[in-house]
């Protein structure tokens, strides 16, 4: 079942498009990889599907009761959030922040998902130390627990390995497909590590501006356009 769908979505920035054209789906189960050159429209069409901004053409629809507040989020770090001064279950818990409603204070159902969560990326044992004295791989893993709070069903994940060094970021490549293939949740991924995507993910979305190819990844990887932007990395 279709998760969310895009058809013939656009954005712009003071009149001007900053990506156009844009027409996918994404089923439960999926694990779609979206790549391209910086300033190629990725961080905006993320936005969009988080509904932080309005597409200007276009229409993007949710199914299976999806709501964009129930997408578990992990976004690109910056230099000040890698430095936030709390602990490891307080960043964690916050991913339930969503589902409070009225409520002023978690339950203690939103603190064993959080421990829950925690117990699944293996950081259980980090629960008490403060965030910013983790390494970054253990931050990420802190970030996915959280993410994983806000949703059952689909991770959107931005630049989820950058700045890791290749082991770690093969470690959180783990993680991530076994998120998948035993939690059945459906990814969605920004990344620059064209050749990380295309091992991983099933799907590939190329943005360019614009749509250049959206498909299997087994297409991508033999098309002109996977095969100029791999540089036969892939062959």
Known sequence: MSLIRCENVSFAYSGKNAVSGVNFEVNAGDYLCIIGENGAGKSTLIRGLLRLKKPSSGKIT???????????YLPQQTEAQKDFPATVSEVVL???????????????DEKRRARDNMDLLGITDLSDRCYRDLSGGQQQ????????????KLLLLDEPVTGLDPVIAGE????????????HITIIMVSHDVNGAVREADHILHLA?????????????NDPIGRAFLGGAAS
């Open 94 to 108: 916050s991913g339930c922040l969503n589902s409070l409603g009225m409520h002023f204070f978690y339950s203690k």
């Open 209 to 221: 501006n614009g749509q250049k190819f959206c498909g299997p990844t087994v297409r991508y990887i």
């Open 141 to 152: 893993r802190v970030l996915l627990a959280r993410a994983l709070c806000a949703t059952k």
């Open 62 to 72: 949710y199914g299976d009761g999806l709501k964009p507040n129930e997408i578990g």
């Open 172 to 183: 959180l490549y783990h993680v991530i497909r076994d998120l998948r293939e035993q939690k």
